[in-house]
């Protein structure tokens, strides 16, 4: 579980903490509290009821005489049975993916493949990411583009039809296993992306590079991947493995 603590959501929590609304109406508390969990991560859904549970536990002890023992335990239960409630918003929010993709899938919160993927898109990436600081991952599962399973592209390469791309943003994540093969351009390319991750994934069979960090990216991390039988007899094409 990532806790990003930079989260703007999290911030937000200033108010909800605030011991005058815990004392006038716990019900509203918990009401607005599961409302703002709808546009937020499962994480940071996380380390919000942490903190409301933590505040609810410290607040008798700091205002004995004005805060009534039996409110905190009415507003820690309602926390208690609401957590699950909030928790449960916040991974519905993750893209669930599988089958055919048709036109480029763009996620824009942490994803996961359920299944193995058929890219059938002409021209450009399979999947972009189209926010910072989230993550795709895998999950055992196979990505397949339209390259031959055996030549690759017989050394035509079709410019920019990636298998995964993280299109400039930030914190981007791919994390396997799982495999991206037979794109006509690179499996994964990590583009003008500050501070990503590509992790146990295995490309093969694809036109252009298994994975590629290109020049504008920086602070990427590539670990325990496996990259074989890419590339292509294309004059000035970038390929082979990493």
Not at 22 to 37: D, E, H, M, Y
Not at 57 to 62: A, E, M, P
Not at 162 to 179: E, F, K, L, V, Y
Not at 184 to 189: H, P
Request: net charge positive; proline share 2%; glycine share 12%.
């Amino acid at each position: 579980m990532r806790w990003d603590t930079t989260d703007p959501n999290i911030t937000w929590n200033a108010e909800l903490l605030d011991l005058s609304a815990w004392s006038t109406n716990g019900a509203s508390f918990v009401k607005r509290l599961g409302a703002r969990a709808g546009s937020m991560s499962a994480d940071s859904c996380a380390v919000l009821y942490f903190r409301v549970f933590t505040a609810g536990i410290s607040v008798n002890s700091r205002r004995k005489g004005g805060f009534a023992m039996d409110k905190v335990k009415r507003i820690a239960l309602a926390g208690l049975i609401a957590a699950p409630l909030i928790l449960a918003a916040g991974d519905a929010r993750a893209d669930d993916i599988s089958g055919a993709i048709t036109s480029t899938r763009t996620i824009l919160t942490d994803s996961r493949l359920v299944g193995d993927v058929t890219c059938t898109v002409t021209g450009a990436p399979c999947i972009v990411f189209g926010a910072s600081r989230i993550e795709l991952r895998l999950n055992g599962f196979t990505m397949t583009g339209q390259a031959d399973p055996a030549t690759a592209c017989s050394g035509v390469i079709t410019a920019n039809e990636h298998g995964i791309s993280t299109n400039g943003q930030m914190d981007a994540g791919i994390r396997g296993p799982g495999i991206v093969q037979r794109f006509r351009a690179n499996g994964i390319l990590v583009a003008a992306t500050l501070r990503g991750r590509v992790e146990m994934v295995t490309t093969t069979t694809n036109c252009q590079s298994g994975i590629l960090v290109n020049a504008a990216s920086s602070q990427i991390q590539v670990e325990a991947n496996v990259s074989m039988r890419n590339g292509s007899n294309t004059a000035g094409a970038a390929c082979g493995g990493i």
